[in-house]
């Protein structure tokens, strides 16, 4: 099943235009790379990973902050504006946790949470800063 949507995600960045995450060139990717490699999922366009976001797609956390170690973690960012994420305390750091013991429902949540989120951050740094 992983492998299944780590191939999705493949195909879907050939597919779309700009995605857009926070801290997804700092963990994100890097851990989609890793585990693509361990599973054997090869992507048609290799994915590229950069300080700023790869190839289609902008990186939130770094244009929001200067370097990695002013940046705010996103619980805390969405906290201080107000936005609260529908699956409420869960965070990123479960997320293997969670592929490791299949529990697949409570992953999709997260997922679908974490998207929710960082859409809502998005259209507010949309109000102030040009991606």
């Known amino acids: 099943q992983e492998m299944d949507l780590l191939q999705d995600?493949?195909?879907?960045?050939?597919?779309?235009t700009t995605r857009?995450?926070?801290?997804?060139a700092g963990y994100d990717d890097r851990l989609i790379?890793?585990?693509?490699?361990?599973?054997?999922v090869r992507p048609i366009k290799p994915l590229v990973i950069n300080r700023y976001g790869g190839r289609g797609s902008i990186d939130l956390m770094a244009k929001m902050f200067s370097s990695l170690s002013d940046a705010m973690k996103l619980k805390s960012l969405l906290d201080?504006?107000?936005?609260?994420?529908?699956?409420?305390?869960?965070?990123?750091?479960?997320v293997l946790e969670l592929v490791d013991s299949d529990q697949w429902d409570l992953l999709a949540k997260y997922v679908a949470s974490d998207a929710w989120s960082e859409l809502q951050l998005l259209a507010k740094v949309q109000q102030v800063l040009e991606l």
């Open 80 to 94: 201080m504006l107000g936005i609260i994420p529908p699956a409420g305390d869960m965070e990123g750091s479960q």
């Open 9 to 16: 995600f493949f195909d879907l960045l050939d597919y779309g």
């Open 20 to 24: 857009v995450g926070y801290n997804i």
């Open 33 to 40: 790379f890793w585990r693509a490699m361990a599973l054997g």
